[in-house]
């Protein structure tokens, strides 16, 4: 079992900046992939960005979020940071953490993406950016 804490969302001007941050505990070393999803009133979980927990790992971006937001890791499967820049009221949501061993994956880049292939999830940190 893994287990997920996310930390760092709050309320923050439109323009402004945040880090979320999370932390895993548990067999980590089972941690293939770890990712960021948000989750806005009303409306569905959508992916905000993941990265491959090996050394050199890919990481990937929804197009909404690209060139402001930049996901990273340190320790490998420890952990994973998500640094929110240029941040807009559209942003507004509960950002959840995810991590999955990515043994029932067989394409990658498709399954990094659906929030359905990830089987640890965080409680979720509120992030709100006022206009």
């Known amino acids: 079992q893994v287990q997920l804490v996310e930390s760092g969302g709050g309320l923050v001007q439109a323009g402004g900046s945040l880090r979320l941050s999370c932390a895993a505990s548990g067999r980590t070393s089972s941690i293939y992939a770890m990712a960021w999803f948000r989750q806005a009133p009303g409306k569905e979980r959508e992916f905000v960005a993941a990265?491959?927990?090996?050394?050199?790992?890919?990481?990937y971006y929804a197009d909404s979020v690209k060139g402001r937001f930049t996901i990273s890791s340190v320790n490998a499967e420890s952990s994973v940071y998500l640094q929110m820049n240029g941040l807009s009221p559209e942003d507004t949501a509960v950002y959840y953490c995810?991590?999955?061993?990515?043994?029932?994956?067989?394409?990658?880049?498709?399954?990094?993406?659906?929030?359905?292939?990830?089987?640890?999830w965080g409680q979720g940190t509120q992030v709100t950016v006022s206009s």
């Open positions: 990265a491959i927990a090996r050394s050199g790992g890919s990481t």
């Open positions: 995810a991590a999955d061993t990515g043994r029932s994956w067989l394409f990658v880049s498709v399954a990094v993406l659906d929030a359905g292939q990830y089987e640890y």
